[in-house]
């Protein structure tokens, strides 16, 4: 079954406005998740690393704020972007590592901007 | 992390085993062969990781040349649902100390015919 789970898997927003993705490790604490970023035809990109309790670390060329990343718990990472644009049109994925295991993915989240 | 070459696309007969190469000259002594795939608008799945020795388990086999700077992953009896695109990705071991992001490359686009 899923170890991670990303919400909502898709979404639609208008030009302006400010979405934001959830990512939960379930039944395991991650202290760390990874946001990646994956346009059509094309590789996942790492974007960030999230650290519960202190501040993300941003991939180079990576707006930090623009895109907002919270990791409030250990099972709850959110990525916010804010004042999103049709060129922010993306697949967003997460993903965690339980203990000993290898990393995991959420199922990705397909955000449209109108 | 090592680099790695992948064929872009390959077609395997639906029953027949599909046999992935993968090339990684530069794997340095320390790095694991890992392999996840990703089916359209999904997040990657884990398929199997190793070292040096053969590994085996439900999804695929992973066999790695001697001098490790190769490898192949097979699925053993392909299936429609098989169709995805498959990354194999060297890195160091995982350590749970927040380090564990995966670096994807482009993969190959594995298409099981009927």
């Known amino acids: 079954g899923a170890v991670v789970s990303q919400h909502p898997s898709r979404v639609i927003c208008k030009s302006g406005t400010s979405v934001k993705i959830e990512c939960r490790s379930l039944?395991?604490?991650?202290?760390?998740m990874f946001w990646y970023r994956q346009f059509p035809k094309q590789s996942l990109m790492l974007m960030a690393t999230?650290?519960?309790?202190?501040?993300?670390?941003?991939e180079q060329g990576v707006e930090k704020d623009k895109f907002l990343i919270n990791h409030a718990s250990l099972t709850l990472s959110t990525l916010t972007v804010t004042s999103a644009h049709p060129e922010d049109s993306s697949f967003y994925i997460c993903?965690?590592?339980?203990?000993?295991?290898?990393?995991?993915f959420g199922n990705g989240t397909r955000l449209t901007v109108t | 992390d090592a680099k790695t070459t992948q064929p872009t696309s390959m077609d395997c007969a639906e029953g027949r085993a599909a046999n992935l190469p993968c090339n990684h000259s530069?794997?340095?002594?320390?790095?694991?062969v890992y392999w996840y795939r990703q089916i359209h608008s999904q997040g990657p799945q884990y398929i199997i990781h190793?070292?040096?020795n053969n590994e085996t388990n439900e999804m695929a086999s992973l066999i790695i040349t001697e001098d490790r700077k190769s490898s192949t992953l097979i699925l053993p009896h392909a299936t429609l649902r098989d169709t995805a695109v498959y990354y194999c990705i060297v890195r160091g071991a995982l350590s749970n100390f927040g380090n564990e992001k995966l670096t994807f490359g482009t993969g190959t686009r594995l298409t099981i015919i009927p």
């Open positions: 999230s650290n519960e309790g202190s501040k993300a670390t941003y």
């Open positions: 530069t794997i340095s002594g320390n790095e694991y």
């Open positions: 039944d395991f604490q991650a202290t760390t």
């Open positions: 993903s965690a590592r339980p203990f000993n295991s290898p990393l995991h």
């Open positions: 190793g070292l040096k």
